[in-house]
């Protein structure tokens, strides 16, 4: 955290008013859990299904493999480093560039953006189901009610996700549960599909894991929560591995769902795949689909808030950012100016930007960040080992590193193979 300002006197400032400790263990596990599941699972899974075809539910635990290993080392870098800027910081401390902090920051808070906007794309599409409105006007609408819960207090926030949270994991148990009987037969329907292996299939796996890993993105928003959790050595660590844990559990059942129940095709043609699902199964799809709503604004709200808190401690700091972003309201204690300029980006590009486009370049910048993050930690890691911190083993910070940079070249590579001429 930066050192006091000072009155040109050599006095200090005058205290300014910072964020507050308000969200105990429970809270953040259910803000992750819901940071991650919006972004994923309610949004994406028709794209994975159509770029992986049969291979969905392994796209999901190729895409958890290079996730996990970056989230240990945001486990203990969160704990080394707790402050509001999370991959700023570790950057900052790790390598002392600030040309590199602030790329980073920079760079985050586009995904944060994006990912928001990509989100309530798919919340449009579940919307249209229920409401006859303009695309427009529902975007609009829910943007603005977002930014405005985004300000009212960081506690009020996350009570919303932690309800929102339990009601969307309720609904992919449901899923789940409808498509159990179809799921028994996977395996031998797995079996037989892949008795004609083609080359062309890994390419297919390749791509859907590339849209499935946008699916695990959340993770490392609770970071950036540091300055507003409480005992957050303790507490932080463990809600990121929980968080991404339970998550993989979750999206490997359902994607088994639903290809169990609809071939991968419709699920990929559906504009409510999830649904779509239910509906096969000669059940009402508006329940599920009201249910929906909800986890995806969730979604949405999270990254809102990941965006203005990383925009915060950049403007705070500064570090890139004019200093007014750094402002903290006396009484709601959350950045208000930087949180009305978040929300203006992500309306902006929620109104011009499809899904897959706004899907893939979020994917783009993320891995670029975790490899800075990995790379933070391994020397880090080198000047010292903190007792009261995890000990997250150096050569999981290494595969991390290799595997998210892996990811990133094959990422550009598939997809100049997908359309032939760059994107």
Do not use: C
Request: glycine share 10%; aromatic share 8%.
């Amino acid at each position: 955290m930066s050192e006091p300002e000072r009155t040109p006197k050599g006095l200090p400032a005058p205290r300014q008013p910072i964020l507050q400790r308000e969200v105990g263990p429970v809270l953040l596990l259910l803000y992750g859990l819901g940071t991650i599941l919006g972004a994923g699972i309610y949004v994406v899974i028709g794209e994975v299904a159509g770029a992986a075809g049969i291979l969905t539910p392994f796209a999901f635990v190729l895409a958890a493999l290079v996730a996990s290993l970056t989230a240990l080392s945001f486990s203990e870098l969160a704990a080394r480093i707790p402050e509001a800027g999370g991959p700023i910081d570790y950057a900052r401390q790790a390598f002392g560039r600030r040309w590199l902090s602030t790329s980073i920051g920079w760079g985050l808070v586009a995904t944060g953006t994006v990912s928001a906007a990509t989100i309530l794309t798919g919340f449009e599409r579940y919307a249209s189901l229920f409401l006859d409105f303009p695309a427009w006007l529902t975007i609009t609408t829910v943007t603005l009610l977002l930014g405005g819960l985004a300000v009212t207090g960081m506690r009020e926030s996350a009570w919303f996700m932690a309800a929102t949270t339990l009601l969307g994991i309720g609904g992919l148990g449901y899923v789940v549960w409808l498509a159990a009987p179809d799921m028994l037969g996977a395996p031998a329907a797995l079996s037989a599909s892949l008795s004609g292996f083609e080359m062309g299939w890994l390419a297919g796996l390749f791509m859907g894991a590339f849209l499935a890993f946008y699916s695990f993105i959340g993770f490392e928003d609770m970071a950036n929560l540091a300055e507003e959790v409480r005992d957050v050595q303790r507490n932080l660590p463990r809600a990121i591995i929980g968080a991404v844990v339970v998550s993989l559990v979750i999206y490997a059942l359902v994607a088994l769902a639903a290809t169990s129940v609809l071939p991968p095709e419709k699920l990929a043609a559906a504009q409510a795949p999830l649904v779509a699902v239910v509906e096969a199964k000669g059940h009402p799809g508006v329940p599920l689909g009201l249910i929906s709503l909800f986890i995806i604004v969730n979604g949405a709200l999270a990254q809102i808030i990941m965006a203005t808190r990383l925009l915060m401690d950049m403007g705070r700091d500064r570090q890139g950012a004019p200093p007014l972003f750094g402002r903290v309201h006396p009484r709601t204690h959350t950045p208000i100016i930087a949180t009305v300029a978040i929300t203006a980006v992500v309306l902006g590009l929620t109104l011009f930007l499809p899904l897959k486009t706004l899907a893939n370049l979020t994917s783009a910048i993320m891995l670029a960040v975790f490899i800075t993050v990995n790379a933070s930690l391994i020397v880090l890691k080198r000047r010292g080992q903190p007792e009261d911190v995890p000990n997250v083993p150096v050569w999981i910070a290494w595969l991390g590193l290799l595997l998210s940079s892996a990811a990133l070249l094959a990422q550009g590579f598939f997809m100049l193979l997908a359309d032939g001429n760059p994107v």
